[in-house]
């Protein structure tokens, strides 16, 4: 597949939860191998958009035409089930959609995908036993086990400190490189911004309000980004309604 043709292509999707309208009209494509960051503040209809893409729900209208079926999801908060191991819940999605998987199989999948995130040997540790960027990993790991060519990104690395979120960075863009996948990241950290200098795209009252590169974002001359990333409360976009 070349590197400019999308893998998935989202044409005028269109969402309301009752008379709240989240999305409307949203088009933007996904391309081959690129981290494309989803920003905007609470409420702006990020993890909407990624629940769309990933089929767990609906839009209203529109279309989302995904180029593949090996998708992989970080959920915001690492939703790991927490009376299951390290290994049944990395191994959950590989035996949800084929229960006839040998044991043995599913053993190296687990063991390979958790050396990926830095985390080998820990199969059997239970969710209450990790800190919370080693969580976020198992999650990764999760996400990774069917060898997926897109990964949706939930705010990965909400909740952890500097260091670590740099460390759950390294790992995003580790994947980009070792499955060659593409990667859908909803993120307001502007260090993990920084530092994967992609495309963007801010979402604010259901639409698409600005669109560039991280570059771009921090230059200072669009006014929706000036304000993303001051955290102003004046400027185009109302973010508390007082
Ligand atoms: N299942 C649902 N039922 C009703 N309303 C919903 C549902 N899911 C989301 N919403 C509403 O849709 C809007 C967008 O929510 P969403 O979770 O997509 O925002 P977000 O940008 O991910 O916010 P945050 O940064 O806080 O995670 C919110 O007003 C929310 O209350
Ligand atoms: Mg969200």
């Given at each position: 597949m070349s590197l400019l043709e999308p893998i998935v292509e989202i044409k005028n999707l269109c969402k309301s939860f009752g008379k709240k309208k989240?999305?409307?009209n949203i088009s933007f494509n996904v391309y081959h191998n690129e981290v494309l960051l989803i920003i905007g503040f609470s409420g702006s209809g990020k993890s909407t958009l990624l629940r769309i893409i990933s089929g767990l729900d609906e839009p209203d209208s529109g279309e989302v035409i995904l180029k593949t079926t090996h998708l992989g999801m970080v959920f915001q908060g690492a939703a790991l089930f927490d009376s299951m191991s390290v290994f049944d819940n990395v191994a959950f999605p590989l035996i949800n959609q084929n229960k006839k998987i040998a044991y043995e199989q599913i053993k190296q999948k687990v063991s390979e995908k958790l050396r990926i995130v830095g985390l080998s040997g820990m199969e059997n540790l239970r969710p209450d036993e990790l800190s919370g960027g080693m969580k976020k990993r198992v999650s990764l790991a999760r996400a990774i086990i069917n060898d997926p060519e897109i990964i949706l990104y939930d705010e990965?690395?909400?909740?952890?400190d500097p260091v670590v979120s740099n460390i759950i960075v390294d790992y995003i863009l580790k994947l980009q490189n070792e499955l060659n996948a593409s990667s859908v990241l909803v993120t307001h950290n502007l260090n993990v911004i920084k530092k994967i200098s992609s495309r963007i795209i801010l979402l604010y009252d259901s639409k698409i309000a600005w669109e560039g590169t991280s570059e771009k974002l921090f230059s200072g001359d669009n006014p929706y980004a000036k304000q993303f990333i001051e955290g102003a409360k004046q400027g185009p976009m109302v973010v508390i309604k007082e």
């Open positions: 989240v999305l409307h990965p690395t909400s909740g952890l």
